[in-house]
């Protein structure tokens, strides 16, 4: 007589499986975006023209900037990890491209506007990635409830680096 595994043992044992995929997948889908803002950071950080500009007080300091772009790129990191884990590149195939794109544009503000001081040019990118990022929120929503949640973070983020990208135009 053969010996047969409970079907509640069977069950944990899948999932103890899971869960070991599933950790290496967080710790990658956070840590890339999470490492190319810090290399971004890292080789386009200084902002001497930011620093010099005459700034209205609720200008964020450089230290802010970079600090919320790294938790905005580990928050986004987070709800595509939460959409993929759900399935959701399958059922939302327009999700995956969207977020790179997202993560491109997001990194390229920084050399672009702090560095370059092209912030005419940078105002469009902020533009352009907060429509990305609506795009993200309405395809994550359908998949995933709390990276919905995630994406929001990210959106008031970059509307509130928008606002503060048109006013260097000006200054």
């Given at each position: 007589m053969a010996t047969t595994i409970p079907a509640t043992a069977a069950a944990k044992v899948a999932k103890k499986g899971k869960a070991k995929r599933a950790l290496p997948s967080l710790a990658m889908s956070i840590a890339i975006p999470l490492l190319l803002t810090l290399v971004i950071i890292l080789l386009f950080g200084s902002g001497h023209k930011y620093r010099a500009m005459v700034k209205p007080f609720w200008f964020p300091p450089l230290w802010l900037i970079h600090l919320s772009s790294l938790g905005s790129s580990l928050v986004m990191g987070l709800a595509v990890w939460l959409v993929w884990a759900d399935g959701?590149?399958?059922?939302?195939?327009d999700a995956l491209p969207l977020y790179i794109g997202q993560v491109s544009l997001s990194?390229?503000?920084?050399?672009?506007?702090?560095?370059?001081?092209?912030?005419?040019?940078?105002?469009?990118?902020?533009?352009?990635?907060?429509?990305?990022?609506?795009?993200?929120?309405?395809?994550?929503?359908?998949?995933?409830?709390?990276s919905k949640d995630l994406v929001k973070v990210s959106l008031v983020w970059t509307g509130y680096l928008s606002i503060v990208t048109y006013k260097i135009i000006y200054l």
């Open positions: 959701g590149f399958h059922s939302e195939p990194i390229v503000w920084d050399p672009l506007v702090l560095v370059i001081g092209s912030a005419s040019l940078g105002f469009v990118f902020c533009l352009v990635n907060f429509g990305t990022l609506f795009a993200c929120y309405s395809r994550f929503k359908r998949v995933n409830p709390f």
